[in-house]
T-cell receptor, first 112, second 118 residues
Framework: DAKTTQPPSMDCAEGRAANLPCNHSTISGNEYVYWYRQIHSQGPQYIIHGLKNNETNEMASLIITEDRKSSTLILPHATLRDTAVYYCIVRVSGGGADGLTFGKGTHLIIQP | GAVVSQHPSWVICKSGTSVKIECRSLDFQATTMFWYRQFPKQSLMLMATSNEGSKATYEQGVEKDKFLINHASLTLSTLTVTSAHPEDSSFYIC??????????????FGDGTRLSIL
């Protein structure tokens, strides 16, 4: 799996958009970008994933650059409950043993 | 949809006892489930991949005789920590991916089990 780089921490004001960057410069053509978050003392929560195109769901938007070497997760209107560690994971599609490799993630703190 | 339930959420027991943790996919079938461990202030580390009806695959450094995994049905995998010692105290988390979906489909995680060995 390609390696990802994320800032260790970020602050964002409540109600504003939170933009979390992820660098994955060695991503290959068949690797997807996944985002998960982990709120303190809970299991990770799936947020969104994408391959090439930008994606949006009820939780967030995922913007992937044209060269696919980086992406940004956008939480459009952050709330205090969005405070969590956010993980960007790059993963090959297909079957087989595909447990996830978690890095250190970005600790997003939403300020009131 | 895609709910994964873990039980128990908390367990405290004496050194030397065995502890069983259950992981259930509530609204989907999962041929494959995964077990992770997380120590304080660290990231999740994959321990093993659990396959329904066959032996689990363990990551390097994880003792298969200490961490027994059984995946007897498409909705249930269990992790038994045998003869647990204080160094096994950790946060154990399972995940599952729906059967028949493509490999790109996400895994869904349980809420974890906090194990404390005295």
């Amino acid at each position: 799996d390609a390696k990802t780089t994320q800032p260790p921490s970020m602050d964002c004001a409540e109600g504003r958009a939170a933009n979390l960057p992820c660098n994955h410069s060695t991503i290959s053509g068949n690797e997807y970008v996944y985002w998960y978050r982990q709120i303190h003392s809970q299991g990770p929560q799936y947020i969104i994933h994408g391959l090439k195109n930008n994606e949006t769901n009820e939780m967030a938007s995922l913007i992937i650059t044209e060269d696919r070497k980086s992406s940004t997760l956008i939480l459009p209107h952050a709330t205090l409950r969005d405070t969590a560690v956010y993980y960007c994971i790059v993963r090959v599609s297909g079957g087989g043993a595909d447990g996830l490799t978690f890095g250190k993630g970005t600790h997003l703190i939403i300020q009131p | 949809g895609a709910v994964v339930s873990q039980h128990p959420s908390w367990v405290i027991c004496k050194s030397g006892t065995s502890v069983k943790i259950e992981c259930r996919s509530l609204d989907f079938q999962a041929t494959t489930m995964f077990w992770y461990r997380q120590f304080p202030k660290q990231s999740l580390m994959l321990m093993a991949t659990s396959n329904e009806g066959s032996k689990a695959t363990y990551e390097q450094g994880v003792e298969k005789d200490k961490f027994l995994i059984n995946h007897a049905s498409l909705t249930l995998s269990t992790l038994t920590v045998t003869s647990a010692h204080p160094e096994d105290s950790s946060f154990y988390i399972c995940s599952a991916r729906a059967t028949g979906t493509g490999g790109y489909q996400p895994q869904h995680f349980g809420d974890g089990t906090r194990l404390s060995i005295l």
